[in-house]
């Protein structure tokens, strides 16, 4: 399965003011790196806070706001109501890269990126790579 990630809402407002992001349309690209990501609405279940148990098995899990909807998911801001439970929730968007990453790393976009660099730069070696030093860089 491809790697996936999930991008909360209030760190993609942040990046795309900053510029570190750009967003066209359901595409979200890492500027510094010229990664492409398809996005989907998404959201992170953190806690059940009515005391009941998490009979769908979501806490800790991120999951698309079509499949939350169709369990009968209502998300307002950081709440859903999912039938007698509620939870806390994180909004934001699931990534999944455009293509393989050995394609990134031959395609256009990051090779004019390459080209722009100055000074020593150490190459991500695998995608979690590329994310990990992209987070550790921007929250």
Do not use: C
Not at 126 to 138: C, G, P, S, V
């Amino acid at each position: 399965m491809q790697n996936r990630v999930f991008f909360p809402q209030i760190a993609l407002d942040t990046w795309l003011s900053d510029g570190t992001v750009d967003l066209q349309q359901t595409e979200l690209t890492i500027v510094a790196e010229g990664r492409r990501y398809k996005l989907a609405e998404a959201a992170r279940v953190m806690r059940e806070v009515t005391g009941s148990p998490d009979t769908n098995e979501l806490i800790g899990k991120v999951k698309s706001l079509s499949y939350l909807q169709e369990l009968g998911g209502e998300i307002v801001e950081s709440s859903m109501i999912l039938g007698d439970q509620a939870y806390d929730v994180v909004p934001g968007w699931l990534g999944a890269p455009v293509g393989t990453f050995d394609e990134h790393l031959a395609s256009p976009a990051r090779l004019k990126v390459i080209e722009n660099r100055t000074g020593d730069y150490d190459e991500p070696r695998t995608e979690e790579d590329l994310l990990a030093r992209f987070l550790i860089k921007n929250l």
